[in-house]
């Protein structure tokens, strides 16, 4: 199948060639307040993982994407042997002053830099699978994992449904104000630019109001709908066992807004 049929337009390259590294993964101001603007449920989340995990059988563990260590350090607390992996140094700085830290192999890079630890579980989680824009990189990035799973090992990952549509939300009329105990009071709020061949480009704004501050964050996300995934996974030798809707299991269906997929390395 030939390959970004649909994505070869100048306005994808551009954004891949000069947003490679999203502000709000590089920008001190944004780093620092990272998990403040980007909570989620202590439970339903880390749940999923940590019992998909557990009933797995998993000792060692990828997490693509990792972020801040958030979810990486609560798995090591757990017990796994974790491998955290981000192309963001900034990012991977603050994972490193996590308490626990020093029990986790961290690795500065993409998906390529993952090696072959014959890991029983691979991980993306925060909708990393989505910035993922080209089938090129999607694919790469899937065969890179598959690689660093042992035989019948497995991948899990979380992606938004494109038939929510979910960007429809993403309007300046959105706003919500948080507080960092660092960084202060930020209000925060979206607007969308585009939405084609199922890719969504958006800007992210952050005031901070101790310093009056205005921070821009452009980026761009791929939405690929359920039977894209499938396909997607099966040419990098993965088979599809399980696609849910929500963190407590429930089908996938149009109305819900995740796809969360377990899929098991093919052999």
Partial sequence: MARNANLASERVRSFVRFHAV??????????????????????????????????????????????TGLLTGELAAHGFRMIGVDPSPAMLAQA???????????IDGGAAAVGTPDADLAIMTGHVAQFFLTD????????????????????????????????????????????DARAGSITTWSEVHDARDGIVTYAIHYEFDATGDHVVAPGALRFR????????????????ERCYGDWDRRPASPSTRELIVVARRGD
């Fill in 22 to 67: 999203l502000v709000e993964f590089t920008d001190p101001r944004l780093v620092v307040a990272y998990d403040t603007l980007n909570p989620y449920d202590r439970d339903a989340q880390p749940g999923f993982y940590r019992a998909l995990a557990f009933e797995l059988g998993a000792t060692t563990i990828v997490d693509l994407g990792c972020g």
């Fill in 96 to 106: 490193r002053q996590r308490p626990g830290s020093g029990d986790v192999t961290w």
């Fill in 225 to 240: 709908r359920q039977s894209d995934l499938a396909r997607s996974l099966g040419e990098a030798g993965f088979v599809v």
């Fill in 136 to 179: 090129d990189d999607w694919h790469d990035a899937l065969v890179a994992l598959h690689a660093a799973l042992r035989p019948s090992g497995h991948l899990a990952f979380e992606t938004r449904n494109p038939d929510a549509r979910e960007w429809d939300q993403w309007t300046p009329d959105e706003r919500r104000t948080v507080h």
